[in-house]
Each structure stands twice: as C-alpha cells, then as structure tokens.
C-alpha cells in the first residue's frame, strides 16, 4: 500500500489543532478547576455583598448553597451549549462556529471580572453559566473539525489534542491557584476572568484558516473552496484520492439532509454506533472521575499528607494527566483506539477497587495515593479524548452533528448527575461507594470490547460499512463478504438490500 505525502502532519494542521485546543478546550479544564482554590474568598465576597444589601448575612446552609450553584451551573450551561451544536454547525459551519462562539467567553469574563467592582454574586453565577454554554459548544466541535480535517492516519493524533489541553487547563487552575500567584483575596476576579486570554489568541489567528473541507464539499457542495482547503491542509502533492473518499460518501449520501437527533435515534442503520456512543460519554463521566477530582484532597489528607502540602501535590497530580494525555496522543496511531479506550477504563476499574480496599484496611493509606494516580493517569491515557474521537469516526456527515449532541448532552447530564448524587452515595455505601465506579469502568471496557472495531487509519465510509457487517450477522447470517456489502443510496448506511451504489473498498484513499 503507497502512503501518500498529503497524509504527513504539516504546519497548517499542527496550528489549527493547537489553537482550537488551547483557545477552546483548555477553557472547559481550565473552569473546572478554577473554583477550587478561591472558594474561601468567593463565599466571603458573596455573604459581604448580601449583608450590604440586606443588613444580614447568609447562614451556612444559604451560602453553600449559593457557591455550589455558581459550581454546577457550569455544568447547566454545558448541556445547554451541547443541544446547539447541531444547529451551529449545520450552519456556521465547524470553524466558524469556534470562531462565533469566542463571543461567549468575552461575555463571561467581563461579568466574572468586574464582578467584586459591581458587588454583584448574580455576575459570577451568570458569567460561569455563559462559560458552560462555551465549554459545551467547544467540547463537541473541536473533536468533530479537527476529526475533519486531519487525514485518516493522523485522526487519532489532532483528535487526542484537545483531551490534552483539558489537562493543561486543569493543571493551570491549580498551579495559578497557588497562594504565591493567584491564590490571594484579591486576585480572584482576575483568576477567573483570565478565561479571555487563550480565546482572543484564537479569535486573532483562527479566522485566517480554512473550513473542514468535508463540511465544504458535502454540505456546501463547493468544490473549488474543498480543494483550496485540502491545500491548505496537505503537503504540496496529489490530494485527488482524497477528494474522491470525500465524493464517494456524498454520493451516498446525496438524498439525505443533516439528520436530527430524534431522525438519529430512529434510524434503525446505526443503532450499534449510537449506542456505543451512548455507552462511552455516559461511562466516561460515571467512571467516577469527577468524583475523584472534586475529592482529592481529602484523600490526600486521609493518607496523611500535611495540610500545608496538599495543593502542592494536586499540582503534582495535574502534570500526571499532561504526560499521560501526551502518552495517549503519541501512541494511538501506533496502538488503536481499542487498547487505549479499554486499557484506561480497566485501570480505572482496579484502582477504583483500591480505594475502597485500601479505605477499609486503614493501614493501606498511601495505596489510595497511588490508586488516585493511577485513576486520573488511566482517565487521560484513553476514555478522556478517545469517546469525542470515536463519536466523529462511527458516523458520516448526514449523521455526526446529531451525534455529538447526542453524545454531549450525555456527557453533561452525566457529568451534573454525578456531582449531585455522589456526596449521598458516599454517605449511604461509605467506603464501598468506589466499587459501583469500578463496576462501571469495567462494564465500559467489556463492551467496547466485545462491540466497537479498531478505526485506525479507516475511512469514514469503511467505517460504516464494519457496522453495516455488524447489522447484518445480528439480522441474517446471509453474507459472507463484508467488502462486496452494497450501499443503499437512499441512507448510505449500508443496509443489506440491493441499492444503487456499489461500494468497492479497492476505490477508497489509500
């Protein structure tokens, strides 16, 4: 097989993967973890406010429950940012939905900036639910332009990019979180607010790029803008057997529109790949790993580490999850989606049974320091990034917008969900509370397992045409030869009945 030059990482790829990551995604890590730190000084900021306006302060309960708002509404936001991701994409297109959306985070730092200035809690709240709607846009499109817009031996590499930029963002909140640099009373408004910096670099630079060439030659049917694209994104040589993968799959899909999520969910032809999506969003956020992150410090201080030590080693614990996403980055082209989907969550399952085992027998301390370690390092390794990569590969251009939404309000609702229940989880199952993430890391990696194929350096139409083999062995044991599957014109899933196009594996990219 000829490895075709087009398919080498050039410039233009490498800089649009950097700046739709650090402009967009290192948001989303970046605000998880930015309200750590200055909770203190937020809640006394808010009971100040209150008492100049009221003559009273707010009792323990009202205040807790006011800064757990301004914490979840985030995660309110982001479902919200995820059902529009659709919508924005079918018609603004993948980039030029990043490039709109940096409106948002302009928006929510002026009001979580000025905030203290104004006197104003309401500021804050709003400016962390504005933040949500970015953060929930973002963590589906820039997966799906980057998935896009890289060749298919590259997927993998600039699809695992912006899982990367989760952790720097993460592990800048906690290192800018630090007493000795943004961890006094008044810096807070600047901490939260600096949110603004990383977007406007983007809003600078992205513009100047070109638009995902399958966006521009299936759905805006603009061939000339395609190959300018492909230019762009290519080393200088021949780009026709990609042009022709991409007219391929319109072909098969020229008598189908963008489908919508209900249009998705009834389309019996991928029903094994929105449920696998289904399956790895969910099992990506009920694997416990915002639990382990919102909990680390008391792990931390159970285990007998000094208080004074603590955010030292958070930090130490966020540049883990950089070199383990970075370890994820570099050998998935190499390894699969499979080994680095699987292997993440079966670690994630052992050491979630650590904890429990090493809470129980108390002289196991420092096990759960290592099985803390161990969960965030198996988390960045894989079933951070690889779900948002797998979500743009399963499907086709008709079908991945819904599919995003799907998957990303999924994640969300998940994500939210956790959040609520697990404080009473812990309170009714106690140490024990750890086994039910186990069950579910290991339940995650057993399906994958059993039913998701490696896409490794397959087209988006190869790709298909595996679950389409799949359909067929679950419907009639009829056909022995996946390569002669025919695919019907009228969905371009391959479906099992004589249709108008043929697909020939030997014509697809090399």
């Given amino acids: 097989?000829?490895?075709?030059?087009?398919?080498?990482?050039?410039?233009?790829?490498?800089?649009?993967?950097?700046?739709?990551?650090?402009?967009?995604?290192?948001?989303?890590?970046?605000?998880?973890?930015?309200?750590?730190?200055?909770?203190?000084?937020?809640?006394?900021?808010?009971?100040?406010?209150?008492?100049?306006?009221?003559?009273?302060?707010?009792?323990?309960?009202?205040?807790?429950?006011?800064?757990?708002?301004?914490?979840?509404?985030?995660?309110?936001?982001?479902?919200?940012?995820?059902?529009?991701?659709?919508?924005?994409?079918?018609?603004?297109?993948?980039?030029?939905?990043?490039?709109?959306?940096?409106?948002?985070?302009?928006?929510?730092?002026?009001?979580?900036?000025?905030?203290?200035?104004?006197?104003?809690?309401?500021?804050?709240?709003?400016g962390r639910f504005i933040t949500g709607i970015h953060s929930g846009i973002s963590l589906s499109v820039v997966p799906m332009y980057l998935g896009e817009i890289a060749p298919k031996n590259l997927r993998g590499f600039l699809g695992l990019m912006p899982s990367i930029f989760i952790c720097i963002g993460v592990f800048s909140a906690q290192l800018l979180g630090l007493h000795e640099l943004l961890g006094k009373e008044e810096h807070w408004p600047l901490f939260l607010s600096l949110v603004v910096v990383p977007t406007f670099v983007q809003l600078m630079l992205l513009p100047w790029f070109p638009e995902s060439p399958r966006y521009l030659l299936i759905e805006k049917h603009n061939v000339h803008a395609t190959i300018t694209a492909l230019k762009w994104y290519r080393a200088k040589c021949n780009i026709q057997a990609e042009i022709e993968e991409m007219q391929e799959e319109q072909r098969s899909l020229s008598t189908v529109e963008t489908v919508s999520v209900w249009q998705l969910l009834l389309d019996p032809t991928v029903r094994w790949q929105v449920l696998s999506v289904v399956i790895i969003n969910i099992g990506m956020q009920l694997s416990g790993i915002d639990a382990i992150w919102f909990y680390t410090n008391d792990i931390f201080e159970n285990a007998g580490i000094p208080a004074p030590e603590i955010p030292y080693t958070t930090v130490g614990t966020g540049a883990i999850e950089i070199i383990a996403g970075l370890i994820g980055c570099f050998t998935i082209e190499r390894l699969g989606r499979r080994p680095l989907i699987i292997g993440g969550f079966a670690v994630m399952g052992m050491c979630c049974a650590g904890i429990t085992v090493s809470l129980i027998l108390q002289f196991m301390k420092y096990v759960s320091v290592g099985c803390v370690v161990g969960i965030i390092a198996g988390f960045c390794i894989g079933p951070a990034g690889v779900p948002f990569l797998i979500t743009a590969e399963l499907f086709k251009q008709s079908h991945r917008p819904a599919a995003y939404t799907v998957g990303g309000s999924l994640n969300w609702m998940s994500n939210f969900t956790i959040g609520f229940i697990f404080p009473f989880l812990q309170m009714s199952a106690g140490s024990y509370c750890y086994l039910v993430f186990s069950s579910v890391c290991l339940a995650v990696a057993i399906y994958v397992f059993f039913v998701i194929p490696e896409t490794k350096n397959k087209t988006f139409v190869e790709i298909s045409q595996m679950f389409a083999t799949k359909e067929a062995v679950v419907e009639s044991q009829a056909l022995s030869q996946p390569d002669q599957l025919k695919l019907k014109k009228m969905n371009g899933y391959g479906t099992l009945e004589n249709g108008s196009l043929e697909f020939d594996s030997s014509s697809s990219c090399p």
């Fill in 1 to 126: 097989m000829v490895v075709l030059h087009s398919n080498h990482l050039t410039s233009s790829l490498l800089a649009v993967a950097f700046l739709t990551s650090f402009g967009s995604s290192m948001l989303y890590g970046y605000n998880l973890a930015v309200v750590n730190s200055p909770a203190g000084y937020i809640k006394d900021f808010y009971n100040r406010t209150v008492v100049s306006r009221n003559g009273t302060g707010l009792n323990g309960e009202a205040l807790t429950l006011m800064y757990s708002l301004t914490v979840s509404v985030f995660a309110i936001g982001g479902l919200i940012g995820s059902l529009m991701v659709g919508i924005l994409v079918t018609k603004f297109g993948r980039k030029g939905t990043l490039v709109n959306s940096t409106v948002l985070v302009f928006i929510a730092g002026s009001l979580m900036g000025f905030s203290r200035i104004c006197g104003s809690p309401e500021m804050v709240i709003f």
